[in-house]
């Protein structure tokens, strides 16, 4: 029994000595950094090494992503004005035809009869016109049979330019250049004012028509340059707006806005989808900086630049946020040292080594 309170004894005395020795080797730490905070630069931290950015002007374009399709420049359905009987088809199928070159005949022959008869007719009556005036310059007729005579060789020239027209019309010629489609019709086929001949279209400018959400519409501008890209392809190609449409759809709530592409090789095609990537401001010395170097505060938010070798708080501004960087709209200047690591740890004043990154 002795010996077992003997050993809970020693246990006892052991932890004791233990707690006592802990006690004084804390004090001791507590007394020398207190002591280190008061000694001047042999007390002081080191500097902390962080990464930076140097604030530098440059060309920043605010932008949405909007989808469209394309339209040709012209496009119209060929038809016929009058029916009649196919004499001559003068295009191949997909070829470029020229403004005003003739693609369809028309029978023709009953309309050729009758504008030479009434040449016939003209002509007799425009003699006996001739033969009243001078009978009326000296007195052998009355005023009013002249004027019988000019009113019937009005008449009938009014009738042989109604049938020239009707001639006309019976040629079916290209309204502008363009590449005609493929044709629906046969020589010798009885062709009707609603018989579709064939597509033609002009590719060379192309239009590309996209819809804007309203909240935009401010921002809009005709001769903005966008970009954009066709299903199937990672080119891009450049197109400038050249029309907004002067109200808002109540539907979609969206504006629409048309641009103009060049398209010498034909490669975009009338019906095809696009992708439009449409800028909305454009500021050519904006300041940008990366997004992890942004603090939020309650107020708003901040950043930390290096100044004489110390972290310095400074309030900014931002706009536009981007995957990896954001616009600040006041707060920076122009070669300011903005750090980018280590943000959410440092306090105002501490000394700071800072690393330039290059690759921003």
């Given at each position: 029994m002795k010996v077992k309170y003997i050993v809970y004894a020693i246990v006892i005395i052991s932890l004791g000595v233990l707690v006592a020795y802990r006690i004084i080797q804390n004090k001791k730490k507590d007394e020398a950094t207190a002591s280190g905070k008061g000694g001047g630069k042999a007390g002081s931290s080191r500097p902390v090494q962080v990464s930076g950015i140097v604030a530098t002007p440059q060309r920043f374009s605010d932008a949405i992503a909007v989808s469209g399709s394309i339209d040709a420049n012209e496009q119209v359905q060929i038809r016929s004005q009058v029916s009649g009987l196919v004499k001559g088809i003068y295009f191949k199928e997909g070829s470029i035809v020229k403004e005003g070159q003739l693609l369809i005949q028309i029978d023709n022959q009953e309309l050729e009869a009758q504008l030479s008869q009434a040449l016939t007719r003209e002509k007799l009556s425009a003699a006996n016109e001739e033969r009243s005036r001078k009978l009326l310059a000296v007195e052998s007729i009355s005023q009013q049979e002249y004027d019988v005579a000019l009113a019937d060789l009005r008449a009938l020239?009014?009738?042989?330019?109604?049938?020239?027209?009707?001639?006309?019309?019976?040629q079916i010629r290209a309204p502008f250049t363009g590449t005609i489609g493929l044709r629906a019709i046969s020589v010798g086929e009885y062709l009707s004012s609603t018989t579709t001949v064939a597509n033609l279209v002009n590719t060379n400018p192309v239009k590309v028509t996209f819809s804007v959400p309203e909240k935009y519409m401010n921002q809009l501008k005709v001769n903005t340059e966008v970009h954009f890209t066709v299903a199937g392809s990672e080119k891009k190609y450049t197109a400038r707006v050249y029309a907004i449409e002067p109200r808002i759809d109540v539907t979609t709530r969206t504006l629409q806005l048309r641009a103009l592409a060049d398209n010498?090789?034909?490669?975009?095609?009338?019906?095809?989808?696009?992708?439009?990537?449409?800028?909305?401001?454009?500021?050519?010395?904006?300041?940008?900086?990366?997004?992890?170097?942004?603090?939020?505060?309650?107020?708003g938010k901040k950043v930390f630049v290096s100044e004489n070798g110390k972290a310095k708080e400074v309030k900014v501004e931002t706009s536009t946020r981007r995957e990896k960087d954001i616009l600040i709209t006041s707060g920076l200047h122009p070669g300011d040292t903005v750090l980018t690591s280590g943000v959410m740890s440092l306090k105002p004043e501490s000394p700071v080594r800072v690393v330039i990154d290059t690759t921003r």
């Amino acid at each position: 029994m002795k010996v077992k309170y003997i050993v809970y004894a020693i246990v006892i005395i052991s932890l004791g000595v233990l707690v006592a020795y802990r006690i004084i080797q804390n004090k001791k730490k507590d007394e020398a950094t207190a002591s280190g905070k008061g000694g001047g630069k042999a007390g002081s931290s080191r500097p902390v090494q962080v990464s930076g950015i140097v604030a530098t002007p440059q060309r920043f374009s605010d932008a949405i992503a909007v989808s469209g399709s394309i339209d040709a420049n012209e496009q119209v359905q060929i038809r016929s004005q009058v029916s009649g009987l196919v004499k001559g088809i003068y295009f191949k199928e997909g070829s470029i035809v020229k403004e005003g070159q003739l693609l369809i005949q028309i029978d023709n022959q009953e309309l050729e009869a009758q504008l030479s008869q009434a040449l016939t007719r003209e002509k007799l009556s425009a003699a006996n016109e001739e033969r009243s005036r001078k009978l009326l310059a000296v007195e052998s007729i009355s005023q009013q049979e002249y004027d019988v005579a000019l009113a019937d060789l009005r008449a009938l020239q009014a009738q042989t330019r109604l049938i020239r027209a009707q001639l006309e019309k019976t040629q079916i010629r290209a309204p502008f250049t363009g590449t005609i489609g493929l044709r629906a019709i046969s020589v010798g086929e009885y062709l009707s004012s609603t018989t579709t001949v064939a597509n033609l279209v002009n590719t060379n400018p192309v239009k590309v028509t996209f819809s804007v959400p309203e909240k935009y519409m401010n921002q809009l501008k005709v001769n903005t340059e966008v970009h954009f890209t066709v299903a199937g392809s990672e080119k891009k190609y450049t197109a400038r707006v050249y029309a907004i449409e002067p109200r808002i759809d109540v539907t979609t709530r969206t504006l629409q806005l048309r641009a103009l592409a060049d398209n010498p090789k034909g490669e975009l095609l009338p019906g095809a989808f696009t992708s439009v990537e449409l800028p909305l401001t454009t500021i050519n010395d904006a300041i940008l900086i990366p997004t992890e170097a942004i603090v939020p505060i309650q107020d708003g938010k901040k950043v930390f630049v290096s100044e004489n070798g110390k972290a310095k708080e400074v309030k900014v501004e931002t706009s536009t946020r981007r995957e990896k960087d954001i616009l600040i709209t006041s707060g920076l200047h122009p070669g300011d040292t903005v750090l980018t690591s280590g943000v959410m740890s440092l306090k105002p004043e501490s000394p700071v080594r800072v690393v330039i990154d290059t690759t921003r």
